[in-house]
């Protein structure tokens, strides 16, 4: 069964570097998200992206944060300037149509950790 | 009023009994409610969801119930088991302003059953 990858499944990192996670969203879908989980709390939504653009964005997305899909098959999600705050489990999802964009399909995801 | 409320935060059942996991909402553009299982160190997994037109819905063990006028719905787990151990979550999602949908998560249920 296809599914959401993202790697990497950790990542260590100091504060005020930037990182960037990837995901490999299911390869005929068309709407890709971010989400994160800081530990111990709800998923929160970061960003939705489709066509190339972002759809929409939460307030947690502010200007630290960027997506791009660079390829046909790559999904990242960039932080330029890490935080301590940022220290969470973050999620990639994928649905395949506007229709079904309710099913979201999440990879196992990647835990970052800012010192 | 985005919020989604769930409770209880953790729940403690024998094997073959009945674990209910409840949650609310305020907003009324809520169209579909989505129930995930989360296991640790994997990604939210979709379990079953239903639309507000209909009071219940049922795959295999899990029903969920929707009381639309109280703004409530519920996650039933029958005849539950040691496997069904894991992290719960209910979710709500209403039509897009962009291109896709985004979830808002409760704060999520843990659960564990006793063999």
């Known amino acids: 069964e296809p599914e959401v990858t993202q790697t990497p499944s950790h990542q260590v990192t100091q504060m005020g570097q930037e990182v960037i996670l990837r995901c490999v969203p299911i390869?005929?879908?068309?709407?890709f998200y971010w989400y994160r989980q800081i530990l111990g709390q709800k998923v929160e939504f970061l960003v939705s992206?489709?066509?190339?653009?972002?759809?929409?964005k939460s307030e947690i997305f502010d200007d630290q944060f960027s997506v791009e899909r660079p390829d046909g098959s790559n999904f990242t999600l960039k932080i330029r300037s890490t935080k301590l705050e940022d220290s969470a489990m973050y999620f990639c999802?994928?649905?395949?149509?506007?229709?079904?964009?309710?099913?979201?399909?999440f990879g196992p995801g990647t835990r970052l950790t800012v010192t | 009023q985005q919020q989604v409320k769930q409770s209880p935060q953790s729940l403690i059942v024998q094997k073959g009994g009945i674990s209910i996991i409840n949650c609310a909402y305020e907003?009324?553009?809520?169209?579909?409610f989505p129930w995930y299982q989360q296991f640790p160190g994997k990604g939210p997994a979709l379990l079953i969801a239903?639309?507000?037109?209909?009071s219940e819905k049922k795959e295999g063990r899990f029903t969920i119930s929707f009381n639309k006028s109280a703004k409530q719905f519920s996650l039933h787990i029958m005849d539950s088991q040691p496997g069904d151990s894991a992290t719960y979550f209910c979710?709500?999602?209403?039509?897009?302003?962009?291109?896709?949908?985004?979830?808002?998560f409760g704060s999520g249920t843990q659960l564990t059953v006793l063999p």
């Open positions: 979710a709500a999602s209403s039509p897009p302003s962009g291109s896709a949908r985004q979830l808002t």
């Open positions: 390869s005929n879908h068309l709407y």
């Open positions: 239903i639309r507000p037109d209909v």
């Open positions: 999802a994928s649905t395949r149509t506007y229709v079904r964009s309710y099913e979201q399909y």
């Open positions: 992206f489709y066509n190339n653009e972002i759809s929409e």
């Open positions: 907003n009324t553009a809520f169209d579909y």
